[in-house]
């Protein structure tokens, strides 16, 4: 008998749920409310031995529970040790709420939030490129020759943000030379 791994067995009961019209977690209920508690045929055991075999069926079930626990609790502490491990100055309050939105859904924290970082890094790359851009196309300052550009309405009009900034002084004296309608 070929054997079936997880990734088959979570397909089937994901379509079985589909064919059910069912959420996966209403199936899920359902399969243990209808098969989990189940019982064996007991019929013609002695009482004694019924409640002792009832008794170690509910302490297997409890022993597996503590397994999964701790197999979940495990699995999260080797998670954070790898986060610790690549991102060591990271404190878990700097982590953004989009991260832990990733990590909720079943994605890695570490992968999670190496994914924001490049993310955020490919923005600030996109940004300086605009911003460089814009500087190149922007009108320069008309000089009159003299240690000081000229700065008119229309010149300042067409400058960017940062031109602007960079160009206050300058800007606050032509001002007093302009004509306001």
Do not use: C, H
């Not at 529970?65 to 491990?85: C, G, L, M, P, V």
């Not at 009009?157 to 940062?162: P, Q």
């Amino acid at each position: 008998m070929k054997r079936i791994n997880n990734e088959q067995i979570l397909d089937r009961i994901y379509d079985l749920a589909d064919e059910a019209g069912m959420r996966i977690d209403d199936f899920m209920a359902k399969l243990e409310a209808d098969y989990g508690e189940r019982l064996p045929d007991l019929e013609g055991v002695p009482q004694e031995i019924a409640d002792e075999l009832l008794s170690a069926r509910e302490v297997k079930k409890e022993q597996k529970k503590q397994n999964r626990i701790k197999q979940s609790e495990a699995d999260a502490e080797a998670e954070i040790k790898r986060f610790r491990e690549l991102f060591p100055e990271t404190k878990a309050e700097e982590i953004p709420d989009e991260v832990w939105d990733s990590v909720a859904q079943g994605e890695s924290l570490a992968g999670a939030y190496a994914l924001f970082l490049i993310a955020e890094e490919r923005l600030k790359e996109r940004a300086s490129d605009v911003n460089d851009r814009n500087s190149r196309l922007s009108a320069k300052a008309v000089s009159d020759g003299a240690t000081e550009p000229v700065f008119t309405k229309e010149l300042v009009e067409k400058m960017s943000g940062k031109e602007i900034k960079n160009n206050y002084k300058g800007i606050l004296k032509a001002m007093k030379n302009w004509k306001f309608n």
